[in-house]
């Protein structure tokens, strides 16, 4: 019997028109875009579903879009294949994605999540926009050489390794002055490919700062439950357990390196053989097939 695990991917999945299909057709989807709007205090059915793009992908809507996306999509499987979801053993999601895993393993309900990713999402734009920064993705290049495109660039700006996807996959974040000089240097170093994330500022790095101590203050007034079954971190490729320990690590992975490539090298070696990716786009999938060839993934999309 295959040891099933579940992922959720993070902001940049988010399109103009996911999830109106699940509203349409399913009242457990509806529900939850009711709810979030009365949460939010702002229609997200209409602009998960009509737009306009700019609106849906400003961070601070964008990441209870797709965390109300990923639960809705979660609701078409529970609909369609009920034993897929009480066999589930293991979660992970990709930076935001965390957080409805979280949600899906039992640590915390809805109406907590969606506030503490409002929250999160609004104080990562407004470190957005304190400092001219973003992200630029560097594909054909093992870490060390990508350690040299930041030693090179580093002269005009402040530059970090964020987001480690996997083999050849790494996003760095930093400072738009340097950034600037990312791609010749990468190129140079063969690189085959470098491309600007359309992201408002440079996540999971020290610019990101206040707003890990917003988020952590929101945590503490939050109520969080050890999750029945194990979700692997971001930042250190472990599953936490503990409520302080939860807390801690969401905390720390609004500064720190995604460390998505470890995660699922983890769980692969605990044994998970079945994934499922639960939301918006396919990007995870495509990662795992990165990774492990082998191993399926099967795509539950927020249609």
Same mark, same amino acid.
């Given at each position: 019997? +295959?040891? /099933?695990?579940?992922?959720?991917?993070? %902001? $940049? +999945?988010?399109? #103009?028109?996911? !999830?109106? $299909?699940?509203?349409?057709?399913?009242?457990?989807?509806? *529900?939850?875009?009711?709810?979030?709007?009365? /949460?939010?205090?702002?229609?997200?059915?209409? #602009?998960?579903?009509?737009?306009?793009?700019?609106?849906?992908?400003?961070?601070?809507?964008? %990441? &209870?879009? /797709?965390?109300?996306?990923?639960?809705? *999509?979660?609701?078409?499987?529970?609909?369609? %294949?009920?034993?897929?979801?009480?066999?589930?053993a293991g979660a992970a999601g990709l930076s935001l994605g965390e957080y409805t895993a979280l949600v899906f393993a039992g640590a915390m309900d809805f109406e907590a999540g969606l506030k503490v990713v409002r929250l999160r999402g609004q104080a990562m734009q407004a470190a957005a926009r304190a400092t &001219?920064?973003?992200?630029?993705?560097?594909? !054909?290049?093992?870490? +060390?050489?990508?350690? %040299?495109?930041? @030693?090179?660039?580093?002269?005009?700006?402040? /530059?970090?390794?964020?987001?480690?996807?996997? &083999? $050849?996959?790494?996003?760095?974040? !930093? @400072? *738009?002055? *340097?950034?600037?000089?990312?791609?010749?240097?990468?190129?140079e170093l063969g690189a085959m490919k470098v491309v600007p994330l359309a992201v408002a500022g440079a996540f999971h790095s020290e610019l990101m700062k206040p707003a890990d101590e917003q988020l952590a203050a929101v945590l503490a007034e939050t109520t969080i439950n050890g999750p029945r079954i194990p979700v692997y971190s971001n930042v250190d490729a472990k599953a936490h357990f503990e409520p302080d320990a939860l807390r801690d690590s969401l905390v720390r992975q609004v500064l720190s390196g995604v460390r998505w490539e470890d995660s699922m090298r983890a769980m692969l070696a605990d044994g998970f053989d079945a994934f499922y990716e639960i939301g918006p786009g396919r990007v995870l999938t495509g990662l795992l097939k990165r990774i492990d060839r082998k191993t399926p993934c099967t795509a539950i999309p927020a249609r």
């Open positions: 019997m +295959a040891k /099933i695990a579940f992922l959720f991917p993070g %902001q $940049g +999945a988010q399109f #103009v028109g996911m !999830g109106s $299909g699940l509203d349409a057709e399913l009242p457990a989807a509806r *529900a939850l875009f009711d709810r979030a709007g009365e /949460i939010l205090g702002f229609d997200l059915r209409k #602009v998960c579903f009509e737009g306009p793009a700019e609106a849906l992908e400003a961070t601070d809507v964008s %990441q &209870p879009a /797709i965390f109300t996306a990923s639960l809705a *999509a979660l609701e078409s499987l529970k609909a369609t %294949q009920p034993e897929v979801v009480a066999s589930c &001219p920064s973003g992200m630029v993705s560097i594909l !054909g290049l093992d870490l +060390a050489a990508v350690d %040299q495109v930041c @030693e090179k660039v580093a002269p005009f700006g402040r /530059i970090w390794k964020a987001n480690l996807l996997g &083999p $050849g996959n790494v996003v760095v974040s !930093g @400072e *738009a002055s *340097a950034l600037e000089h990312v791609a010749p240097a990468a190129l």
